[in-house]
Every structure is written in structure tokens, then in C-alpha cells.
């Protein structure tokens, strides 16, 4: 007799992954058949199980929130740190129930505990997004940066083809558009070659082949996406657009007299990080693995960014910007600019935050924080003041 159980049946949310063990597993759309011993014996309706790396990061945090909202339970990669560098999935952890996202200690520069992770969670899908991401940090932590932005991935590929062997895993790796450098061509696409500068684009040009390579030879569902610069009020305080937006609110409200940036002319295809992990998911969803272009197909220099982001809040950019040769790199891109046909017309993805909305948007939330800074900061401090009778 066949049974069916669905995923809130307490049978199965205890399962733990050893037990499935003895069960084998194919899937039917969101239904799994189950076989016990290679007989079918029913279906479960189990949720999708996805394993990020770098789910602390910028884009794992929406890529979480996303998967969350399609009814997956998530499982965190998060390297371990004398203070949580959580804070972007705390809003996640204060309305998950915790068997819907799961966090867990590792390093990408440890092997065997990928390995042991990925046999135990057994996930259904692998998102590859932790790396050493600062291009410019790159170039004084090469060796770091390619140990783990390259080999990291070897690494990562590795867990997922030993799980591959026992049942079927989906595998994403976060390429970039560095990996184009300066491009002949004026539009990159998945056929533009790429001629790497900076060591960071180095790891992830060996981290991109590894992953086709795992694909080829051992008929991997592993994809590649090659995603342009994307930002949000989420962003690393050290990149351009958040070092901008922040510099603003904190100009703006008095707390800071200007900002030092590097070269002002680079352009950049800049989109919004919340539509980009929505690609990221479909890439896994198709049939047949490839590799995509994610961008938004138009390109702005950094000058633009600071012209649109100091308007906002009704200043002009030329008063507060300095000059810092600190900041310029050894190797810099001038020009990036994506072509995203492929996305469209195969995955049905379009970006839906222009370059003005996502500057706004970046504005309007450092604008805030600064507000609240400010506000913090006139408040009076308890237990910092020295004590008169403090012996
Ligand atoms: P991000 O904000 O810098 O996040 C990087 C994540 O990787 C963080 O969670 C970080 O953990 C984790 N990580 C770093 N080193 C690790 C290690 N040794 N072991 C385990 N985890 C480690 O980067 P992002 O903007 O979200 O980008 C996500 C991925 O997409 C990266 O691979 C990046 O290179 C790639 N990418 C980004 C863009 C973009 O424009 N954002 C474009 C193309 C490709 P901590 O929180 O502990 O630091
Ligand atoms: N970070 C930074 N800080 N960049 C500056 C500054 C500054 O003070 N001044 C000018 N820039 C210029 C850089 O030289 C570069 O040309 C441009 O602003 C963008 O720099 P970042 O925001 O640091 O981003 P990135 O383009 O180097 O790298 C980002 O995008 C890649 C995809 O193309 C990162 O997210 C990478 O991880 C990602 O792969």
C-alpha cells in the first residue's frame, strides 16, 4: 500500500538525515517519491532543503529570506567569530521557526567539514555565495583571497559530487563580472572571453571553470552566474555605493565633513542585490544546468552615483569629496556593462530596480540610520561615564 506524508507530519519533521538514509528519494515536482529498499512505498511532500554559503553576507541574506518565503528550510553556512556577524538575518531569526533555518559553523577553507556538512544536511540545493568578495582587498590578500574564492569552490564541488553519488543535488557557484576585466567588447555576454585584473578575478575565472568542469565530467547540475555589481542597503560599508550612501547620511545629519574616494570615472552595471538571488533560484529550477548573465544592461560611472545620492538629500556632491590615492587598485576595470538575454528569454528574469531607485533606496536607509546615530550618540550614555566614588 502507498502512503503519503506531507511535511508538517511530526514523522517526518523528526526525521533526522541518518534515518532518511535507509530511504531513497526522486523527485516529482515538489513531491518526492519514496522508496524504501528500491520498492516505492508512498510520497512525501517534504520541504526543499537549501544549503548557503555566505548566508551572513549581503546576498545571502535576501537569497535566505526568498527561499524562506518559497517554503524551503535554509541551512547557513557561517564562519565562526568572537562577535556575530548575524546582523543581517536577525530579522529572519526572530520570525523563522528554527526548523526553517538552520545555521551551522564552517569554513570554506576547511575540506572534510564541508564535506561532513553537506553528506549531513543533504541538501537538494548548494548556493556558493561565501568568498573573500573586496576586489580591492584582493590585491593585499592574494594568496588568502584565491584559497578561498578558488579553491573554496574546488572544495565546495567536491562535498556537493560526493552527496551527487547517494541522490540528486543542484549546485550554484556566484561567478562575477570582474572576470570579463577590461572586455573588448563593449556588451558582455556568456561567450565574452575573460581577461581577469585583479587577483580576485583570477580565483573566481578557476572557480567558474571548476564548476563547468564538475558539470562536464561528472554530469553535475552545476550553474554558473555571472552576476554584476549589485547593491542594497544591506552592502559592505567598504564598497563604493554603500561607502557613498552611508558618507551621505552621515554628512547630511552633521556626524562626518566629507568622503575619500578613488577613481571617480569607472563605470559599473549596477542593479538592485533583492532582484539578483531571484535569478540565482531559477538558475536551479531549469532543466538542463547552464551558466547566465545577470545585469541590467545599462552602466554608470561612480561620478553618477555621487551626483544622484547627494541630490537626494539637497546637496552637491563636489563639496564633500576628497581624493585618496589609497583607494585606486593596481588593475582597475574602466567599463562594465552586461547583456542579460539569455536570463530573459530562458529564466524569464528581468530586473526590476532602475539605477535611480536603487540610489534612493540606498539613500533613504542611510539617511535613517544616520538620524538614529545621531540620536543614539545625543542620548546620555550610562555606564561609560567614570564614577567619582568608583574606587
Ligand atoms: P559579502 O556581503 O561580502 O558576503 C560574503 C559572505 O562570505 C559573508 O557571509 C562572509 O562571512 C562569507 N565568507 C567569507 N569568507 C568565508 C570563509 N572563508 N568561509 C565561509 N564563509 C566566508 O558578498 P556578497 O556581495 O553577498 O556576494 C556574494 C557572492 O557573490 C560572493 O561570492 C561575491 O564574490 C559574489 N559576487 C558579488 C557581486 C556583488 O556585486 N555583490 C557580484 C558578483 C559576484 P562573514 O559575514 O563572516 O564575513
Ligand atoms: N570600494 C571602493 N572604495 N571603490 C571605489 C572607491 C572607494 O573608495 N573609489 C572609487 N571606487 C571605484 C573602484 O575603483 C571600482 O572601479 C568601483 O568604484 C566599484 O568598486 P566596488 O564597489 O569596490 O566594487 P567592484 O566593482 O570592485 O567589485 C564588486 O563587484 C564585483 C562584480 O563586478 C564586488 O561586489 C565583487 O565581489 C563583485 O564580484
Not at 552595471?269 to 538571488?277: E, I, M, R
Not at 551626483?307 to 576628497?322: C, I, K, P, S, T
Not at 593596481?330 to 531607485?357: C, M, N
Amino acid at each position: 500500500m502507498l502512503f503519503s506524508l506531507r511535511a508538517e507530519d511530526p514523522a517526518v519533521r523528526k526525521w533526522t538525515p541518518r534515518r532518511r538514509d535507509r530511504f531513497d528519494f526522486k523527485h516529482e515536482n515538489q513531491n518526492r517519491l519514496l522508496f524504501f529498499r528500491g520498492q516505492k512505498v508512498g510520497t512525501v511532500d517534504l520541504p526543499r532543503r537549501a544549503l548557503v554559503t555566505g548566508i551572513t553576507g549581503q546576498d545571502g541574506s535576501y537569497l535566505a529570506e526568498l527561499l524562506l518565503s518559497k517554503g524551503y528550510q535554509v541551512h547557513g553556512l557561517v564562519r565562526r567569530s568572537s562577535l556575530s556577524s548575524q546582523s543581517r538575518l536577525s530579522h529572519l531569526c526572530h520570525q523563522t521557526r528554527e526548523e526553517r533555518l538552520k545555521l551551522h559553523y564552517g569554513d570554506l577553507a576547511d575540506g572534510s567539514g564541508l564535506t561532513n556538512l553537506v553528506l549531513d544536511i543533504e541538501p537538494d540545493e548548494i548556493y556558493n555565495l561565501a568568498a573573500q568578495s573586496h576586489v580591492r582587498t584582493s590585491f593585499d590578500k592574494p594568496v588568502y583571497t584565491v584559497d578561498i574564492d578558488a579553491l573554496g569552490v574546488l572544495r565546495m564541488l567536491e562535498a556537493t559530487r560526493q552527496l551527487s553519488k547517494h541522490r540528486p543535488v543542484r549546485f550554484y557557484q556566484a561567478s562575477s563580472s570582474e572576470m570579463f576585466g577590461n572586455s573588448k567588447e563593449a556588451l558582455q555576454n556568456e561567450s565574452t572571453p575573460f581577461r581577469p585584473r585583479s587577483p580576485y578575478a583570477c580565483a573566481k575565472v578557476y572557480g567558474f571553470h571548476q564548476t563547468v568542469n564538475y558539470r562536464e565530467a561528472y554530469g553535475l547540475f552545476a550553474c554558473n552566474g555571472i552576476l554584476f555589481n549589485h547593491e542594497s542597503p544591506r552592502r559592505g560599508e567598504t564598497f563604493v555605493t554603500r561607502k557613498i550612501t552611508r558618507a551621505v547620511g552621515k554628512i547630511r545629519e552633521g556626524l562626518q565633513k566629507t568622503v575619500l574616494l578613488g577613481n571617480l570615472d569607472s563605470r559599473r552595471d549596477w542593479g538592485f542585490a533583492g532582484d539578483y538571488v531571484d535569478a540565482m533560484w531559477r538558475m536551479l529550477q531549469q532543466e538542463i544546468p547552464e551558466d547566465f548573465v545577470v545585469a541590467t544592461g545599462t552602466t554608470h560611472s561612480v561620478r553618477d552615483f555621487l551626483e544622484l545620492a547627494f541630490h537626494r538629500v539637497g546637496l552637491n556632491w563636489q563639496d564633500y569629496v576628497e581624493h585618496d590615492p589609497r583607494f585606486l587598485r593596481p588593475t582597475e576595470i574602466d567599463v562594465l556593462q552586461g547583456d542579460a538575454t539569455h536570463a530573459r528569454q530562458k529564466l524569464g528574469w528581468t530586473p526590476g530596480t532602475s539605477f535611480e531607485q536603487l540610489a534612493v533606496m540606498m539613500v533613504d536607509a542611510d539617511w535613517k540610520l544616520a538620524r538614529d546615530e545621531k540620536f543614539l550618540a545625543s542620548a546620555p550614555r550610562f555606564g561609560t561615564q567614570k564614577m567619582e566614588n568608583d574606587f
